[in-house]
C-alpha cells in the first residue's frame, strides 16, 4: 500500500498536457471563473424569486388591543324607558383578533414580464461567462505556445552550443598543428563561448515562460509541465482553408441581442404599469372580547368568527400620465443598443477579414522558410563532409552556420506565427 501510494507521488511529479487538456484545466482551476459561476447562480435564484411572485401567499395574524378605559356611548331619552340622555360605557377592555389570510394573485402582467427579464438576464450572464471563458483560452493558448517556442529556441541554442564546441575542437586541432591562425582560432573560441551564453538566456526565456503558463493556469508554481503538442503540428494545418465568411456564434453579438430584448421587455413592462391587477384575498379570523386576556378557547362565547373572502382590483391612474417619460427612455435605449450591434457586427466582420488574411500570409510564409530550412540543411550536411575530408575555412563555416542558424530561426518563428494565426481566425470565426 505504501508502494503504491509513493509511486502515484513520483508519477504527479510531472504534469502532461496537451494545448487542449491545458485550456480544460484551466476554465477548472482560475478563480475568476469559479467566482463568475456565481453570478450565474445569483441570475439563477432570482429567476426563481420572480417567479414565486406566483404563488400563494400565508400568513398569520394577531392583533392584540387593551382599552384601560371604555368611553362611554350616549343613550338618547326614549331609548329603554330612559327620560333623559346619559352615558352608559358599552364594549370590552381586551380585543384581540387571530387571524390566517391568504393573497393570491390572479391576473399581474408585470409579474409575467419581470419573469421574462429575469430569464433574459440569466441568459446574458450566461454569455458573460463564455466571453471569459474565451478569453481564457485564448490567454492559455497565446501563454502555450510562447513556451512551445521557447522549448524550440532553448533546442536551437543547445545544437548551435554544440556545432561550435565541434569547431572548437576542429581549430584547436588545427591551430596546435599549425594548420590555422591564431585569430581564427580565437573566433571559434569566442563563437563557443557566446553560443553558451546564448543557450542559457534561451533557457532562462524557457522557465519564465512556464511560469506564466503556471500562472494562467492556475496550478503550484513547482509543478512540473510536459508540454505534449508541438510546433511541428503546424505542418499539418498548411492545408487549411478559412471557410467563415460571416459571423453569428461571436458572443459579442449574441449579449447586444440579449440586450436588445431586454430593452423590449422593459418598454413592454412600463406599457403594463397601467394595466390593473387582481388579487383574490382570504381571511379566517376569531375575535376575542372580554375584559380580561383569559384565551379560553373551550368557553366559546367570548369567541366569534370574522371571516371573509374577495377580489382586490388595483387600477393605477397617475400612472397614466408619469409613464410617458419612461417609455421614451426606453425607446432612446433600444435605439442605443441598435446602433451598438451595427458597429459591434462591423468590427467582427473586420476582425474575420484581418484574420483570414493573418492566416494565409502566415501559411505562405511557413511554406516559404521551410523550403529555406530544408536547402540550408543540406548545405551545411555538405559542409559537414567537407569538414570530414579535412577541408576548413572558418569563413566559410561561419557563413554556413549563420545561414543555417537563420533559415531555422526562420522557420520556428514562421510556425509559431501561423498557429497564432490560426488561434486569431479561430477567435474571429466564434469557433474558439
Known amino acids: 500500500m505504501l508502494f503504491s501510494v509513493t509511486a502515484s507521488l513520483f508519477a504527479q511529479d510531472e504534469l502532461k498536457l496537451s494545448l487542449n487538456q491545458a485550456k480544460e484545466l484551466g476554465l477548472k482551476n482560475r478563480f475568476d471563473v469559479k467566482a463568475h459561476q456565481f453570478e450565474v447562480e445569483i441570475t439563477k435564484e432570482a429567476t426563481k424569486q420572480k417567479k414565486d411572485g406566483y404563488l400563494p401567499d400565508f400568513r398569520l395574524a394577531g392583533n392584540i388591543n387593551y382599552h384601560p378605559q371604555i368611553q362611554g356611548t350616549l343613550i ?27 393573497h393570491q394573485t390572479i391576473y399581474n402582467p408585470l409579474l409575467g414580464t419581470d419573469i421574462k427579464i429575469s430569464e433574459n438576464a440569466e441568459l446574458l450572464e450566461l454569455e458573460k461567462k463564455r466571453e471569459l471563458d474565451i478569453a481564457i483560452k485564448k490567454e492559455i493558448s ?6 512551445l517556442l521557447r522549448h524550440l529556441q532553448v533546442r536551437i541554442a543547445e545544437n548551435e552550443q554544440k556545432r561550435f564546441s565541434e569547431y572548437l575542437t576542429l581549430a584547436e586541432g588545427k591551430f596546435q598543428n599549425g594548420a590555422l ?14 553560443s553558451q551564453q546564448q543557450a542559457l538566456t534561451s533557457n532562462q526565456e524557457y522557465e519564465l515562460s512556464l511560469v506564466s503558463l503556471r500562472y494562467v493556469l492556475n496550478i503550484a508554481p513547482d509543478a512540473k ?9 503546424a505542418d499539418g494545418l498548411l492545408a487549411f482553408t478559412p471557410e467563415v465568411s460571416t459571423v453569428t456564434n461571436r458572443t459579442e453579438l449574441r ?39 383569559n384565551y379560553n378557547y ?18 393605477p391612474l397617475t400612472g397614466q400620465f408619469t409613464n410617458r417619460t419612461k417609455m421614451n427612455q426606453a425607446r432612446l435605449k433600444s435605439m442605443q443598443t441598435t446602433e451598438l450591434q451595427r458597429q459591434a457586427q462591423a468590427k467582427v466582420n473586420y476582425e474575420l477579414q ?9 501559411s505562405q510564409s511557413l511554406a516559404r522558410t521551410k523550403s529555406s530550412y530544408q536547402l540550408a540543411q543540406r548545405v551545411m550536411n555538405n559542409q559537414k563532409q567537407q569538414l570530414d575530408l579535412g577541408a576548413f575555412s572558418y569563413d566559410s563555416l561561419l557563413n554556413t552556420e549563420s545561414s543555417m542558424t537563420t533559415a531555422e530561426r526562420n522557420y520556428i518563428t514562421s510556425t509559431y506565427e501561423y498557429l497564432v494565426a490560426k488561434l486569431n481566425y479561430d477567435f474571429a470565426a466564434g469557433t474558439l
Open 354 to 362: 484581418s484574420a483570414v488574411i493573418e492566416i494565409r500570409n502566415a
Open 76 to 102: 338618547p331619552p326614549g331609548f329603554a324607558g330612559i327620560s333623559e340622555p346619559t352615558y352608559l360605557a358599552l364594549g370590552a377592555k381586551s380585543i384581540s383578533v387571530f387571524s390566517l389570510e391568504l
Open 142 to 147: 497565446q501563454s502555450y505556445l510562447n513556451a
Open 225 to 233: 509541465l510536459l508540454l505534449t503538442d508541438s510546433l511541428d503540428a
Open 298 to 315: 373551550t368557553d366559546s362565547k367570548w369567541w366569534s368568527p370574522f371571516n371573509s373572502i374577495g377580489l382586490q382590483a388595483t387600477f
Open 255 to 293: 449579449q447586444l441581442e440579449l440586450q436588445q430584448q431586454n430593452d423590449r421587455l422593459n418598454e413592454q413592462r412600463q406599457r403594463q404599469t397601467v394595466l390593473p391587477t387582481i388579487t383574490l384575498t382570504g381571511n379566517y379570523s376569531q375575535q376575542y372580547l372580554n375584559m380580561d386576556f
Open 181 to 194: 591562425i591564431e585569430n581564427d582560432y580565437l573566433r571559434a573560441k569566442l563563437d563557443y563561448e557566446n
